[in-house]
Each structure stands twice: as C-alpha cells, then as structure tokens.
C-alpha cells in the first residue's frame, strides 16, 4: 500500500522558507497601495492554521501520550516577545514601533509553529530542517558567486546582507556534517569547500568567528561520531579557505583587505565599541524596563545614522531593561534544562542545539531582533526532542519516522 504524504511537510517548509525570506510586503513587488500587508504574517498564519487542524487528529508514533515534552521555556519566551512589544507604550518619539512589533509577532509565530510540528515528530522535523539548510545554502552560495562583490568586495545574494548571507553558509555547513553523520550519502561532501568560501567572502567577520566557536566546542564535547565528521568539516573548510586565498583573486583580496589589514593590522571593528557603549549607556539610563522598543535608534542611532545595536543581548537591556534580560535569560536556562534532558543527541538534534548557539553567538556582533529568528527556529526543534530512553531509539532512522505519514528517510 503506497504511503500518505506527512501532512506537516508543506506548512514545515511554508514556515522555513518565511524564515528565509525575511521582511517582504508587497510594495517591494511594485504594489505600494499594498505597503501594509506583510507576506511574513499570511504565511505563518496559513501555515499555523494547518498545522492546528493537523494536531486535532491521532497523534503519530512520536508523540503519543506519556512522552509529553516539557514546554516552560516557550512560556516565558512568549512572555519576553510580549513585554518587548508592550514596551512600544514607553517608547520614545521617533520610534518605529509598527514594523518592530510585527518583527517580534512573526518571530513568535514562527517559533510556536515549528516547536507545535517538531512535537510532533522531532527527529524527522529536524532532518527536514538541515536539508533545507543545505539546499538553501548551495542555492546562495552560487547566487553570490554569479553576482559578483558588493560594497567594500563582500559577497551577498538575493539582496540580503553579508551578515545574514554567512549564516546560511555556516547553518549549511552544520547541516551537511550532521546529515552526513546521520547516514546520508558522503558525496555530500562536496560542497563543504562551497560553503566555505562563499562564508570567507562574506567579509563577515562576527559571523565566521561564532562558527569557529560552534566549531571547536563540537569537536571538544560531542559524541565520537559527530565529532569526527565535526573534525573533517574544520579540516575541509581550513583546506577550501587556504585554496580560496592562494587560488581565488577575490578570496585574496577580501583577505587581505579585511582580515589582515582592517582587522590585524589597523584594528578596525566597523564602530562596535562605540555602538556597544551607546547601547550601554542607555540601559544605565533606563535600568529597570528599559527606554522602549526602539529606543536604542530613537535616541542615539538616528542622529548617528545607527539602526540598532548590532548586539541582541545590548538591544534587549537597552530597550528592555533588567525586565527584558530576565525573561531571555530565564527563557534560555529553561531551554538549556530541556535539550539537556534529551541527551543523549542524535545528529539531527545535536544539529538544531548547535545552530542555535551559533546564530546566538554571531547575534552579538551583528544584526536586529528579526535576524536571530533562526536561533529560535532551531531552539524550537531541539527542544521539542523527548527524554530519556526514547530519545536514543528516535535518533534511528526508522523511528524517526511519523507512523501515520509514513514518509521515507530523506538519506
């Protein structure tokens, strides 16, 4: 008897790829009198809407009562989304409350739908996640190549910036010693060198120091699998990086300029001490709830010509206060008690831990609160991973499978 598709594979990538987009309304497609509506909201709610009709029916294998999965973490991150956006009522004159606000629910909404997919069936969610991540990755990492440098010879694609383009590139790299130590084909492989350079070209420094961190800390704490096939991917990408700079006139021009002279030899951190200290400062000024959603570009960044901090955690107390950092905090200590006791990981959930440390990480160099939304994409699915002896029997490929859709095994 042929099997049914898994109902939960199309909102999953209808999630995924409103992840991947970013903010989209309709008048960047030449429909200004549209300007209001935000493509990121209709998606998420049709897919949360199927994913909900979904649930009302019999559960599958991997969520059958009596494996119930812990959810305090979600609670107060919901908490911490509702006081940023609540924090629009203190705000300052000037700022842009409307879009932040719409960043933060589509964030929530996000987060919600994937943690809601991934409790039901983890393992597979997560696969589905990395082979998106690896896909995504190649398709990004050819368009930046074919469209050539940008402003100061940094690589991007799809008008995204080179911040976020390295993201992806890392997350795919993630993606492919993870798939490749869960069992998929080798010849993966391949492109480990293409995400590699494509990451180097960037010129994002932040971004490519988390991923040596998330890096080193695989090869230093995970399983003797994971941690060989974490070992070769570091072994790879030094190898491409060295090729890429001897081989590769733009690799070594970027190279040079950015990394030796810029960075070692004249020091230059494109102003994050002094956005750091403005950010610091206005949490000194505002202890307690902070000076409102947007406060950090309202009252320093304007007159500077600033958007935000460029560090989440600077962001969150300068906008929200000692209020605002308990709530994360509290939301990720949970989380961390959570994935904690799903140990021991298989790939495919060691892999959504190490994106959302790493997309935590290069959060503090770079970007707004709408760009760590892969952090807490991959924190929904890792924390949806159950307990105890069950959770090594899921890492198998064949339990990893939703009984009612009885999809294959994407090898």
Same mark, same amino acid.
């Given at each position: ?20 987009g970013g903010r989209f309304t309709l ?18 709610? =049709?897919?949360? !809407? @199927?994913? +909900? ?9 991997? /969520?059958? $009562? *009596?494996? %119930? &999965?812990?959810?305090?973490? =979600?609670?107060? !991150? @919901?908490? +911490? ?9 203190? /705000?300052? $004159? *000037?700022? %842009? &409350?409307?879009?932040?606000? =719409? ?26 996640? =990395? ?12 368009a930046s190549l074919a469209a050539g ?263």
């Amino acid at each position: 008897m042929k099997p049914r598709q898994d109902p939960l594979l199309g909102p999953t990538l209808m999630m995924l790829v409103v992840a991947l987009g970013g903010r989209f309304t309709l008048d960047r497609a030449g429909l200004p009198a549209l300007a209001w509506l935000d493509l990121r909201l209709v998606g998420l709610a =049709l897919a949360l !809407a @199927l994913v +909900f009709l979904q649930l009302r029916r019999p559960a599958p294998e991997e /969520a059958q $009562p *009596g494996r %119930r &999965v812990a959810a305090g973490w =979600l609670i107060v !991150a @919901l908490m +911490f989304f509702g006081f940023q956006i609540a924090s629009s009522w203190w /705000a300052p $004159p *000037g700022a %842009r &409350v409307g879009p932040l606000c =719409l960043d933060i629910v589509a964030m929530a909404t996000l987060t919600i739908g994937l943690y809601l997919v991934a409790r039901q069936a983890p393992v597979l969610t997560a696969r589905r996640v =990395l082979w998106f991540f690896w896909a995504v990755g190649v398709l990004f990492a050819m368009a930046s190549l074919a469209a050539g440098p940008g402003v100061q010879g940094r690589y991007a694609a799809f008008g995204g910036g080179p911040n976020v383009f390295v993201r992806i590139q890392v997350l795919a790299l993630v993606a492919v010693v993870a798939l490749v130590a869960a069992g998929a084909t080798a010849r993966l492989l391949w492109s480990v060198p293409l995400f590699v350079v494509a990451a180097v070209l960037s010129g994002s420094r932040g971004g490519l120091l988390a991923g040596l961190v998330v890096g080193f800390a695989v090869v230093l704490r995970g399983g003797w699998r994971t941690r060989r096939f974490a070992l070769a991917g570091i072994l790879l990408a030094g190898t491409g990086t060295a090729v890429a700079y001897l081989a590769l006139p733009p690799a070594h021009a970027l190279i040079t300029d950015r990394f030796l002279q810029q960075t070692a030899g004249q020091g230059y951190l494109s102003d994050r001490p002094q956005i750091f200290g403005g950010a610091i400062s206005l949490f000194r000024s505002h202890p307690i709830a902070g000076a409102g959603l947007d406060g950090f570009h309202a009252l320093i960044g304007a007159a500077a010509g600033i958007e935000y901090p460029h560090n989440y955690l600077l962001a969150v107390a300068a906008e929200g206060g000692m209020v605002g950092l308990v709530l994360l905090g509290f939301s990720a200590v949970l989380w961390v008690i959570r994935v904690r006791a799903a140990r021991p990981w298989g790939p495919e959930i060691a892999a959504m831990v190490v994106g959302t440390g790493y997309i935590a990480l290069a959060s503090l160099f770079s970007g707004d609160y709408y760009d760590a939304r892969l952090a807490w994409a991959c924190a929904a699915v890792a924390a949806a991973a159950p307990a105890g002896r069950w959770a090594r029997g899921a890492s198998s490929p064949g339990q990893a499978i939703s009984a009612r859709a009885g999809a294959p095994t994407a090898r």
